[in-house]
């Protein structure tokens, strides 16, 4: 199956030989994607709308994936059982529904390792949102499809083990809390200096300069939402330094 690159990004995050939950799955493509090339042993395709899932199921059928591939209406985690699989993909919703549906679904979390996140606004509100309540950011990528930007993250249990290093816990190799800029714009894509994130950055500091030309000499409300760009343009500044050599 061919994929978009959006959903190529999260599905890449995926680790080999887990158990998925794809929640708000629409129309299955990233169970159906790993499943055909033999990346994961079974999925359950889960969607709140009854429209969207009946075309999951055809396009399963249509691959010959209905022993791989189970569906279920669900709202959030909700028809999910504790411990039933090891990873939890929830891409392209808005940040506030995506932390509602982590929050709401927290004792069904038991046993994952691992949630694959795309939200498509609000990404500072899910960077912390997580990292309160115990996960660690693993893994970042951002690309840019049709003019329109799209980070994903990989978060695990903030004590794992990985090539014989603990990430978090209580000793020398807990990470810090996330500055402002990082939990912004992502601390492994600020720390590898990722080229789409430059771009991105450079455009929402053109948009955030218009605003303010925009506002220039206005009172009142318009006065504290120049406040609030400036702010913004600092944090873009300081990532944007981050580039220079």
Avoid at 8 to 35: E, Q
Avoid at 120 to 136: F, T
Wanted: with cysteine; hydrophobic share 40%; net charge negative.
């Amino acid at each position: 199956m061919q994929i978009s690159k959006r959903l190529k990004a999260v599905a890449d995050m995926v680790t080999s030989g887990s158990i998925l939950a794809d929640v708000g799955t629409d129309h299955a493509y990233i169970p159906i994607y790993l499943a055909e090339r033999g990346d994961i042993p079974r999925a359950i395709a889960m969607d709140v709308n009854k429209g969207p899932l009946e075309k999951a199921r055809e396009h399963i059928v249509q691959f010959g994936l209905e022993q791989e591939i189970e569906t279920r209406l669900s709202d959030g985690l909700a028809a999910l059982e504790c411990g039933e699989v090891q990873s939890i993909v929830i891409a392209g919703m808005g940040g506030p529904l995506t932390v509602r549906i982590l929050r709401e679904g927290r004792e069904k979390l038991s046993g994952c390792r691992e949630l694959i996140l795309q939200p498509q606004s609000d990404i500072k509100m899910v960077r912390a949102y997580i990292e309160d309540k115990g996960w660690q950011i693993l893994r970042e990528e951002m690309i840019c499809e049709e003019g329109k930007f799209y980070p994903v993250m990989k978060a695990v249990p903030a004590k794992v083990q990985k090539k014989g290093m603990e990430i978090g816990g209580d000793g020398e190799n807990e990470r810090e809390k996330m500055s402002p800029m990082e939990l912004r714009f992502g601390p492994l894509l600020l720390q590898s200096r990722h080229p789409v994130l430059r771009d991105y950055l450079l455009r929402e500091k053109r948009l955030d300069d218009r605003i303010l030309e925009a506002l220039a000499g206005r009172t009142g409300e318009a006065a504290i939402r120049k406040r609030e760009v400036e702010e913004e343009l600092e944090l873009i500044r300081q990532a944007l330094s981050l580039y220079i050599d």
